[in-house]
């Protein structure tokens, strides 16, 4: 279960609550990806379809979330502002690509190990970007008065 550790606080209280709010869509994915795990990928289809469902309201977070981040970071005039507008569009990317291959192509089975892959992707994909690069914004978006 992912966790919002302090290194992780921007201290702007838009973004802090986004990234909470992120970390509890992909915890409500690993919960019903662990129920599926269960049944080796051959669980009840409904596990399926909640398993979209949450990834589908993961990627339209994920998108409000960026928009938000990337209008504050124009408005403070943050120097690496469109090195992060790529690294968005990249993460989105990746997102509705495991979204089409596992739940609209069903190009790739939801067996144990897909499931694995898929959570420790998930595990990695935000805390990743956020210490990788959302950090580096705070003296930006948080000027000392
Ligand atoms: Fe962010
Ligand atoms: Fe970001």
Redesign the pocket.
């Known amino acids: 279960m992912l966790k919002f550790s302090e290194d992780m606080r921007i201290g702007h209280p838009v973004?802090d609550a986004?990234?909470l709010r992120l970390i509890k869509i992909i915890n409500q994915f690993a919960d019903v990806s662990a129920v599926h795990t269960l049944f080796d990928g051959s669980a009840p289809s409904d596990c399926a379809k909640i398993m979209h469902e949450t990834l589908r309201s993961l990627i339209a977070y994920t998108k409000e979330?960026f928009a938000r981040?990337e209008k504050i970071q124009r408005e403070c005039m943050y120097a690496y502002h469109e090195m992060h507008v790529h690294e968005h569009h990249a993460l989105v990317i990746q997102l509705e690509e495991i979204a089409r291959t596992y739940f609209v192509r069903k190009s790739k089975r939801l067996d144990g190990k897909a499931l694995a892959e898929l959570k420790e992707f998930m595990n990695f994909w935000l805390v990743n970007?956020?210490m990788k690069f959302?950090v580096n914004m705070r003296e930006w978006v948080c000027p000392k008065e």
Do not use: R, S
Request: charged fraction near 40%.
């Open positions: 973004i986004d990234h979330h981040e970007h956020v959302d």
